[in-house]
């Protein structure tokens, strides 16, 4: 299930309909593959990921893939637009398995930064799911200022309710992301901002893998 935790000004909620019940023991199930997983960028939309700024990469052991981002920053302040207090992206992946086995997304860690005056808030909402298919996983994180740190939080579904690839299906998986922000009651001369950004690598969305034989 979704996890909630506080730290500081921020605070965490989560929900999603396939993401209830005792968490997860594991992130897998059976053992991967030991022939390579490959994901291909099909479409890339929306403010938080334009042209090639979104990144995937396949960890070495198949159990899981990043996402980094380069220009996903919802603010608001004097110097931002009025479109830019919310950015979101919509990846839409061909993720490429093995022979013989198919795939689930067992859950994912989220990481980003903020700074959020006195009287502001906002959130960053995630979700993904198999093409065709109902959403399958939902997560809302709310933040409140003041706040200026690092931020992480995690969801995990247990293995009972791991939705897997029908074995043969060819369907894309479309992960999608959004930040937003709000001044509320804070000094309209100040300068609130929620980001997943990452220049080192530090701040990667990591999307763990279940395995199943066919």
């Given at each position: ?11 965490v909620?989560?929900?999603g ?13 059976t ?9 291909k960028?099909?479409?890339?939309n ?9 990144i ?12 980094s ?15 830019d ?13 093995p ?12 990481r ?20 065709g ?65 990452s220049?080192d ?5 990591t999307?763990?893998v ?5």
């Open positions: 299930m979704l996890s909630a935790f506080t730290a500081g000004a921020l605070f909620s989560s929900l309909s396939s993401l209830t019940g005792a968490p997860a023991t594991g992130w897998r199930a053992p991967p593959p030991r022939q390579e997983m490959t994901i960028v099909v479409t890339a929306g403010s938080g990921c334009p042209g090639k700024s979104a995937i990469d396949v960890a070495p052991d198949n159990r899981a893939f990043t996402v981002y380069s220009e996903f920053t919802a603010q608001v302040g004097p110097q931002a637009k009025p479109t207090y919310r950015k979101n992206c919509q990846l839409m992946l061909n993720v490429l398995v022979s013989g086995f198919t795939y689930a997304i067992a859950g994912a860690d989220y980003g930064f903020g700074h959020l005056e006195e009287g502001a808030y906002g959130s960053q909402t995630a979700f993904y799911y198999f093409q298919w109902p959403q399958t996983g939902k997560s809302r994180t709310d933040f409140n200022g003041w706040f200026d740190d690092d931020w992480q939080h995690s969801d995990k579904i247990e293995i009972g309710a791991l939705n897997y690839l029908p074995c043969g299906s060819l369907r894309n998986l479309n992960v999608n992301t959004e930040l937003r922000v709000n001044a509320g009651t804070s000094d309209r001369k100040s300068t609130s901002f929620l980001t997943m950004d220049s690598g530090s701040l990667e969305t999307y763990h279940a395995w199943q034989k066919c």
